[in-house]
């Protein structure tokens, strides 16, 4: 026999109702703003004027909540990532154009989110999966803007590399504890040495 987990069956993103959908948005909100540790399911209902057990239609525990809320947020930051990004057509743009863009996504998690999401394994394990996927995409850019002339002759295996050892830095929290930087103004200044060192 197997057992299903309330984990397992709660809807996924394209069969919420509207009110869940609502709900995701503002418990999103409210972990970018505050973090999400200290909370209780009745903490969360009460805020968000709620039952706990609408809260249960969404995730079983209080643990898989947070852990679909951060899959949430960084699902709808690499959307937006991405849509800001195809809007730049100049290929020597459009790696700073990704970076700007996932530092504006990032811009809202606050230092409490950041504390809880890197004491909170699957939230960490969520993050570092999403910037190994930026880190390809970067790699991805820097080799067309190369390709199409618009950077000066580098090796974009090494500029590429180079920029992933710095983006899984931000993510692990290592640049900010470095150097006092959140994750969101690191990014922009990657951007801006980026732009700088390899464009003609």
Same mark, same amino acid.
């Given at each position: 026999?197997?057992?299903?987990?309330?984990?397992?069956?709660?809807?996924?993103?394209?069969?919420?109702?509207?009110?869940?959908?609502?709900?995701? !948005?503002?418990?999103?909100?409210?972990?970018?703003?505050?973090?999400?540790?200290?909370?209780?399911?009745? !903490?969360?209902?009460?805020?968000?004027?709620?039952?706990?057990?609408?809260?249960?239609?969404?995730?079983?525990?209080?643990?898989?909540?947070?852990?679909?809320?951060?899959?949430?947020?960084?699902?709808?930051?690499?959307?937006?990532?991405?849509?800001?990004?195809?809007?730049?057509? !100049?290929?020597?743009?459009?790696?700073?154009?990704?970076?700007?863009?996932?530092?504006?996504?990032?811009?809202?998690?606050?230092?409490?989110?950041?504390?809880?999401?890197?004491?909170?394994?699957?939230?960490?394990?969520?993050?570092?999966?999403?910037?190994?996927?930026?880190?390809?995409?970067?790699?991805?850019?820097?080799?067309?803007?190369?390709?199409?002339?618009?950077?000066?002759?580098?090796?974009?295996?090494?500029?590429?590399?180079?920029?992933?050892?710095?983006?899984?830095?931000?993510?692990?929290?290592?640049?900010?504890?470095?150097?006092?930087? !959140?994750?969101?103004?690191?990014?922009?200044?990657?951007?801006?040495?980026?732009?700088?060192?390899?464009?003609?």
């Amino acid at each position: 026999m197997t057992t299903t987990t309330a984990e397992t069956t709660a809807p996924d993103e394209a069969a919420l109702t509207r009110r869940q959908a609502e709900l995701l !948005d503002q418990l999103e909100a409210l972990f970018l703003s505050e973090g999400f540790a200290r909370f209780t399911l009745e !903490d969360l209902a009460v805020r968000l004027h709620c039952s706990k057990s609408t809260l249960y239609a969404l995730a079983g525990s209080k643990e898989q909540l947070a852990h679909r809320v951060v899959r949430h947020f960084f699902r709808k930051a690499t959307a937006a990532v991405e849509a800001h990004t195809v809007r730049e057509t !100049d290929p020597g743009l459009r790696v700073v154009a990704y970076l700007t863009a996932v530092a504006r996504a990032l811009a809202p998690a606050g230092p409490a989110f950041h504390r809880d999401l890197d004491a909170f394994p699957p939230g960490r394990e969520t993050y570092e999966q999403n910037t190994a996927l930026a880190a390809d995409r970067v790699r991805q850019l820097i080799a067309e803007g190369v390709e199409q002339g618009r950077f000066r002759e580098v090796h974009p295996a090494l500029v590429a590399d180079t920029v992933t050892t710095l983006m899984l830095r931000i993510g692990r929290g290592e640049t900010a504890r470095a150097t006092g930087l !959140d994750d969101a103004a690191a990014y922009r200044e990657l951007a801006a040495l980026l732009l700088h060192g390899i464009s003609l």
